[in-house]
């Protein structure tokens, strides 16, 4: 059974840091891309940050610069740092997981609500 589980997820105030951690289980972790996609109350799902097999990484432009994706292929677990958070970073936070050859995500989590405010 595939399982992808996020933590990490709370309240934060403006400015401040947060690590999100999604453990995966059930497939073939290192094969396959791991993303961070968020969606706050009214608006459509973002993709904040994708990490393929290779190591290589893309942001959104709205946390270029503040958020860092990292995996851990020995543990499973793909991380997200989330530094100088702003209001607008509210949202429940999704880790989602996509083979080599999909251009869309084969596995979801099922999220973890991140709020900043003061």
């Known amino acids: 059974e595939v399982q992808l589980v996020e933590s990490g997820g709370g309240l934060v105030q403006p400015g401040g840091s947060r690590r999100l951690s999604c453990a995966a289980s059930g497939f073939t972790f290192s094969s396959y891309a791991m993303a961070w996609v968020r969606q706050a109350p009214g608006k459509e799902r973002e993709l904040v940050a994708d990490?393929?097999?290779?190591?290589?990484?893309y942001y959104a432009d709205s946390v270029k610069g503040r958020f860092t994706i990292s995996r851990d292929n020995a543990k499973n677990t793909v991380y997200l740092q989330m530094n100088s958070l702003k209001p607008e970073d509210t949202a429940v936070y999704y880790c989602a997981a996509r083979d080599y050859y999909s251009s869309s995500y084969n596995f979801w989590g099922q999220g973890t609500q991140v709020a900043v405010s003061s």
């Open positions: 990490i393929n097999i290779g190591g290589r990484k």
